[in-house]
């Protein structure tokens, strides 16, 4: 599956963007999908993910209650929604696809279940304060 990451860009902080993940192929509903930023200097984090058919999501604790992650399987496109961004939210923000249709994961193992899917370009988010 082939990715599209678009939606990032400058805000103050206490701002909002809203990302996008377009995805090709007829399977994407088979996937969970997940979102996943990286800072300068810093490894890459997992900052969300949803399940196939969206009824279940997983956050990461600093973004819970700011960020929603939403797909439309009709348009294959995952979605992250981001409010009251701070500075510390700036980073290049990544989609990915667990091609391995992982069942059942927590949040800590979110890095392992995505890392051999199949990932986006990246989209930089940068929050001024």
């Known amino acids: 599956v082939q990715l599209q990451a678009s939606g990032g860009g400058l805000v103050q902080a206490g701002g909002s963007l809203r990302l996008s993940c377009a995805a090709s192929?007829?399977?994407?509903?088979?996937?969970?999908m997940g979102w996943f930023r990286q800072a300068p200097g810093n490894e890459r984090e997992f900052v969300a993910a949803i399940s196939g058919n969206g009824d279940m999501t997983y956050y990461e604790d600093s973004v819970k209650g700011r960020f929603t992650i939403s797909r439309d399987n009709a348009k294959n496109t995952v979605y992250l929604q981001m409010n009251s961004l701070q500075p510390e939210d700036t980073a290049v923000y990544y989609c990915a696809a667990d091609t391995h249709r992982t069942p059942v994961f927590t949040t800590a193992q979110a890095m392992g279940v995505f890392r051999d899917g199949s990932w986006g370009q990246g989209t930089l988010v940068t929050v001024s304060s």
């Open positions: 192929g007829r399977t994407f509903s088979s996937y969970n």
